[in-house]
């Protein structure tokens, strides 16, 4: 486990290349470069990069645990999300202040309400694949972006309206120029007018809170207030030990957090789900087989061998608060100590042939020290169960509505998206509507539901 010391700095060994040619490489070619400087290093390393400055960068599960475990008053956050996201962001939070809003969060994201959630992320992909064409080949990505940010936006405000159209058409623009913003250096960041990406930023964010007060006062006034059951409710009936409420300025903060952090990475690992499997007809056969008779092992394996092989968020960070001892090395106060997911999802300690795709392998839930998609200990996305639930539902719904036609193609590059990383050609497939018994949007049409509509291309 991390602890303080006074030993003297043992810090592991790392590149000598200037700052500026250390971050370019890693900003650059960072999956392919820190490959590299693993294979010549091992899996812990110094780096001098760029906004991190000095950074020990490290995938071993026995350090990945020991960082994770890590007391808050030796380790804090060193992200610059909550610059974009605001104060009241849990990504802006340290110590006792971080402990007591997760405190606050969670129960929103139980387990147990996942199952009310379950129906409207549902909804939304037959809504979305009712415009799905037979047989020709297009990007997913771009619906997994709908599907994500429609149930997101419906399990905290609980309903439609004017205001979650608008927030609709909101929030790709924010994420996309605040995912810019995060990996830029604080003085680019700045508003330097309406055309720079500070600008745009701040554009988004005024009309954002505008929307989100006007959503709070109508959510308060509501006459049925203390029975609704959307994020959005539970936060403002939520109190702190003392009683007192979150503010609503910090609400708009953790609402665009869950809003914008929560769907895009989601809809990413999908794209990639349908880029997997469609390169493993056999599997794409069992995962078939298996939602026909009402199974679900297989698709749960599925979707954490993808997480697994393509993480769409290649690390997570802490900053040393004083000097610490991190297994055999004594790293100084003020230092980024840097957790490469991908590396350590291609441990071969902990994963047999990791570069193969073998859903098989997760015979039990995996090891929370060396498969991290969602980072670890006090700072774990506090999503998770949320994301998890949307895509087992999403590829049920898939499963069963589709048959995906396998594809020879070479595997999709990575795009950088700012903070994740996609499919580069968008999780192309063509699929064809299965007929007959145990389609899903067989039920809907019957009954007459809106959701027949092709409305959702």
């Not at 812990?44 to 490290?58: D, S």
């Not at 994770?68 to 996201?85: I, P």
């Not at 290649?314 to 590396?343: C, F, H, K």
């Not at 590829?395 to 994740?420: D, N």
Request: hydrophobic share 40%; glycine share 10%.
């Amino acid at each position: 486990m991390a602890q303080a010391t006074t030993d003297p700095v043992r810090l592991p060994p790392g590149p000598r290349a200037p700052r500026l040619v250390q971050g370019v490489r890693f900003v650059a070619s960072r999956r392919s470069s820190m490959g590299a400087l693993a294979g010549r290093y091992g899996p812990t390393f110094t780096l001098n990069l760029p906004i991190f400055g000095r950074t020990v960068l490290v995938s071993d599960p026995a350090l990945v645990k020991d960082l994770f475990t890590a007391g808050s008053d030796l380790v804090g956050r060193a992200t610059n999300l909550g610059e974009v996201l605001g104060p009241g962001s849990t990504f802006s939070l340290d110590g006792d202040e971080h402990r007591e809003r997760r405190k606050l969060l969670v129960p929103p994201f139980h387990g147990k309400r996942m199952a009310g959630y379950e129906a409207i992320v549902e909804e939304e992909v037959l809504r979305e694949v009712a415009g799905w064409p037979d047989g020709v080949e297009f990007e997913t990505l771009p619906s997994m972006m709908r599907i994500t940010l429609n149930a997101i936006l419906r399990a905290v405000f609980g309903a439609d309206g004017a205001a979650l159209d608008e927030l609709r058409e909101l929030l790709p623009k924010a994420v996309e120029v605040g995912s810019r913003l995060v990996v830029l250096p604080r003085v680019v960041r700045r508003d330097f007018g309406p055309y720079s990406p500070g600008g745009a930023m701040r554009r988004y964010r005024d009309r954002y809170d505008e929307i989100i007060g006007e959503l709070i006062t109508a959510a308060r006034d509501d006459p049925a207030f203390d029975e609704r059951a959307d994020v959005l409710s539970l936060m403002l009936r939520a109190r702190y030990d003392d009683g007192s409420a979150i503010s609503d300025r910090h609400i708009a903060d953790e609402l665009l957090t869950l809003l914008t952090a929560g769907h895009e990475t989601t809809a990413t690992t999908l794209a990639w789900l349908v880029e997997r499997v469609r390169r493993h007809p056999e599997l794409l056969d069992r995962l078939t087989a298996e939602v026909d008779a009402g199974g679900s092992e297989l698709q749960q394996a599925t979707i954490w061998e993808v997480q697994r092989v393509r993480p769409v968020i290649d690390g997570t960070s802490r900053r040393t608060l004083q000097r610490i001892r991190l297994g055999q090395w004594v790293i100084p106060e003020n230092y980024v100590v840097m957790v490469s997911i991908a590396m350590a999802h291609a441990n071969r300690d902990r994963f047999a042939d990791p570069s193969v795709f073998d859903p098989d392998r997760f015979g039990a839930a995996p090891d929370n020290y060396a498969w991290i998609p969602f980072g670890g200990g006090i700072r774990r996305c506090i999503g998770a169960a949320f994301a998890n639930m949307e895509m087992t539902v999403t590829l049920r719904t898939l499963l069963r509505e589709f048959t995906f036609a396998p594809t020879t193609e070479p595997g999709e590059r990575y795009h950088s998206r700012g903070v994740a990383n996609a499919p580069g050609a968008g999780g192309r497939a063509v699929v064809y509507r299965r007929r007959g018994e145990g389609r899903l949007s067989d039920c809907w049409e019957s009954a007459g539901s809106p959701l027949s509509r092709a409305d959702g291309g």
